[in-house]
């Protein structure tokens, strides 16, 4: 066993005691083993501003963390009781993912369902590209701290290379495209619907290993009746049509998810770019009506093409399970390659255009 890992397992049940109540906690009585200790949570800087909330860089006990301050109703488009649900919701995940260990999912730390004690400098450092976005949010907000990865965002990932007009090696797709399907295989067991499946919401360690985050709109299925997943959810560009189209969905929708972002990490470039411009309604009529889907280059591998068209597929019930997914992902042959050269007449130049979908929407 490696020091890293040995100090990360002690780091991981000392946070588990920390946080299972008892006298440690002081005289505020017991409380659930995912909930934090607001007062041992130091804010540092604000790492990106998101629509329903703000993501921080912090510490906890000394611990590098990132905290998510979720605020569903920091826009004034959700009520009172869609709010409640949205807390429900996030509480009945954060109970199953208090108890995760799986190397593709981000480790949960705890979270709160208020932030009362909870001290955000006014003159906080913003790092963000939203630079001036609001900090300050209200009791009815929630708290989730994870582990920090210092590798950045797939997409970020992505950006980096797009800039410099390269595409990641085959072999390196295959694997990130891996981690993300052993990651979503993992949760749908658990009976999770993430349902904001994007590059964006996948982190990145040195080792460049991906992890999945961001369950702020994810769901515990078997608590509820699934015919109650029927809200427009996710990011545009990524959403399922039958989420689109208002219909009630599954954990298939995800899947639709993972075959645009595996697309998208293949090409190393934004699906849809043509069809930015579009309107909702508009794209979401192509998608849905049209079958409207990102253009496979022609020198994609068949097997590869197929899982991206397999995972797209406009029924749900063909799209496979996570689980055949990564069964398919494992048997591709990566040893001579299988890259492309992306023409330079089909791109756009650096800071001609946006590498992301549309705003993002949750329900």
Request: proline share 5%; charged share 30%.
């Amino acid at each position: 066993m490696s020091l890293d890992f040995e100090i990360e397992e002690r780091m991981a049940d000392r946070f588990r005691k920390l946080n299972s109540g008892g006298v440690e906690r002081g005289d505020e009585g017991p409380k659930a083993a995912w909930e934090i200790d607001l007062s041992k949570l130091e804010i540092g800087h604000v790492v990106e501003h998101g629509d329903h909330g703000t993501l921080f860089r912090g510490k906890y006990y000394g611990q590098d963390v990132a905290v998510k301050l979720l605020d569903w109703g920091a826009e004034g488009d959700s009520s009172e009781d869609q709010i409640a649900h949205f807390r429900t919701s996030l509480k009945e995940v954060v109970v199953v993912w208090h108890e995760f260990n799986h190397p593709n999912i981000t480790k949960f730390i705890g979270a709160s369902m208020g932030t009362t004690n909870l001290n955000i400098p006014k003159d906080i450092p913003d790092h963000s590209s939203r630079k001036g976005a609001r900090t300050d949010l209200p009791d009815r907000a929630c708290c989730v701290v994870v582990e920090y990865l210092t590798g950045g965002t797939l997409k970020q990932h992505l950006i980096k290379h797009y800039r410099k007009n390269k595409k990641l090696p085959y072999e390196e797709v295959v694997r990130l495209a891996l981690d993300l399907a052993r990651g979503l295989s993992f949760l749908h067991s658990k009976k999770i619907v993430h349902r904001d499946v994007k590059s964006e919401n996948m982190l990145l360690d040195p080792q460049l290993n991906l992890k999945i985050a961001d369950f702020g709109v994810a769901r515990l299925v078997e608590a509820q009746d699934p015919k109650d997943l029927t809200r427009t959810t996710g990011t545009l560009g990524y959403m399922a049509p039958e989420v689109l189209d208002g219909k009630p969905y599954n954990r298939k929708c995800d899947v639709y998810s993972f075959g645009i972002c595996l697309w998208e990490t293949y090409c190393c470039d934004m699906p849809y770019g043509p069809y930015s411009d579009l309107s909702f309604a508009d794209f979401s009529s192509f998608v849905v009506h049209k079958n409207l889907r990102p253009e496979i280059p022609d020198c994609c591998p068949s097997a590869m093409a197929s899982i991206m068209r397999r995972c797209w597929d406009a029924n749900p019930e063909v799209r496979p399970e996570m689980e055949e997914v990564v069964r398919l992902l494992e048997s591709l042959d990566t040893s001579n390659g299988g890259g492309m050269v992306l023409e330079k007449k089909k791109r756009k130049q650096p800071g001609g255009g946006c590498f992301c979908f549309f705003v993002p929407r949750a329900a």
